[in-house]
């Protein structure tokens, strides 16, 4: 008598039919699939972001076989403005394949306006180790978006909006040129993540003319960075002509800004959401913007001991290329001088053609606008076109932009000629 109403119990001469009967359906399903050609592995491994600069992306791979990567925007505080522009990471996978990017969340907003910063004259660079950069085209997509054919010359390959400039770059300049007599380099504060800001000064206190360069208040911009190696290397060459320059200016040089943006691979803002080249029209929150507040202090200790800035030029990259000369109210005559003949200089001696801006530009707030206002200082926001060097025909590089560093020695010389 079965002991549950309902057992479904079978012999064991049934049981060994039906087992023998799953057993070979497995089987001819296994041979049916092995008949059946395997899908094709994805070349694509990983995109690796886990080091110094990397932008922080999300990225995702399509049914075609096509990589999107999505930028994360840097947000400005209290403010609809955020930013995405900076790309750097690196590539894994098949050595030889050819792997499509595709670059998403480029459409920006700045004044409170949408603006995209994907254009068809947008470029990129690539490198197999990090250090050897080369330029590649890029083709712009409808959505604001910019797409790469990435051939991968080995099993990693990084990408990068324009050759990075590292915080650990700025460490090797520092180190190489520290121990010349000719450079005195001094911690003026600390960002907001605690890293020091550095004031490098080339030449003499007691030189007739002082010069202020700034670079990388907006972390994504490096060519600033590179324009300072090539002005301080010819500076420093000891030869007739680098003794007469700094016969003429001393140049002193904050080189990185923006720190905790450039090793975070952020785009704009600070990590506390301050655009370091907006504010400069009132004083420095010390707080949320202490890159600013330090800058500031130093400036009025130079003018306080009698040392005053002759001219300051805010090193930036942007499509354009051309110098930001603002025209608030009030006497500028002089300021405007001296800001043609700069331009006419930088013509005369060096690749620049892009010119300044118009009759009726203002930018309130910006370091040039701010500093001529507060201080009588003669500022001006110098911005690197990041996608072609119309000068020279040719797309911008590290190398070039040291070069036109080197070139600038002999502007300053000259813009201050006429003054002694």
């Not at 999505?70 to 750097?88: K, Q, T």
């Not at 030869?239 to 923006?258: E, H, K, S, V």
Request: proline residues 5%.
């Amino acid at each position: 008598m079965n002991r549950y109403p309902c057992d479904l119990s079978l012999s064991l001469s049934t049981r060994a039919t039906i087992v023998a009967i799953g057993l070979a359906g497995w089987l001819a399903g296994v041979v049916a699939m092995a008949q059946e050609p395997a899908e094709a592995e994805h070349p694509l491994a990983f995109i690796h972001t886990a080091f110094e600069n990397a932008s922080p992306v999300n990225w995702e791979i399509r049914d075609d076989g096509t990589v999107d990567v999505f930028l994360l925007y840097d947000y400005e505080r209290a403010s609809p403005n955020r930013a995405a522009g900076h790309w750097h990471f690196r590539v894994e996978g098949r050595e030889g394949a050819r792997i499509t990017l595709v670059l998403n969340n480029l459409l920006n907003v700045w004044n409170r306006r949408p603006g995209s910063v994907a254009r068809e004259e947008t470029i990129s660079f690539v490198s197999v180790d990090g250090r050897s950069w080369r330029p590649v085209e890029m083709e712009l997509l409808e959505g604001h978006r910019l797409q790469l054919e990435l051939t991968m010359e080995a099993e990693a390959m990084y990408v990068a909006r324009l050759e990075p400039y590292r915080l650990s770059d700025l460490d090797r300049f520092l180190e190489a040129n520290g121990g010349d007599p000719l450079v005195e380099i001094t911690t003026i504060g600390e960002t907001v993540e605690g890293r020091p800001l550095e004031i490098v000064r080339v030449g003499c206190d007691d030189a007739p003319h002082r010069i202020v360069i700034r670079c990388r208040a907006h972390p994504w911009e490096p060519g600033g960075n590179w324009v300072v190696e090539g002005l301080v290397e010819r500076l420093l060459a000891g030869d007739g002509d680098a003794q007469g320059y700094l016969d003429r200016y001393a140049l002193y040089i904050m080189p990185i800004a923006n720190k905790d943006g450039v090793a975070r691979g952020m785009t704009r803002f600070n990590v506390e959401g301050m655009d370091l080249n907006r504010n400069w029209d009132q004083p420095a929150d010390p707080c949320r913007a202490p890159e600013n507040a330090a800058l500031e202090e130093w400036i009025e200790s130079m003018h306080a001991a009698g040392r005053r800035i002759d001219l300051l030029i805010d090193f930036h990259n942007d499509d354009y290329g051309a110098l930001h000369i603002s025209r608030p109210e009030g006497d500028i005559e002089a300021y405007l001088s001296l800001m043609a003949r700069y331009e006419a200089l930088l013509r005369e001696h060096t690749w620049f053609t892009e010119g300044s801006t118009g009759s009726g530009f203002r930018n309130p707030g910006s370091i040039g606008e701010g500093l001529l206002e507060r201080y009588g200082i003669a500022a001006c926001v110098q911005e690197l076109n990041a996608n072609w060097i119309a000068g020279l025909d040719d797309f911008p590089s590290a190398a070039l932009w040291h070069t036109f560093g080197e070139q600038l020695a002999e502007v300053y010389y000259r813009l201050f000629a006429s003054e002694e």
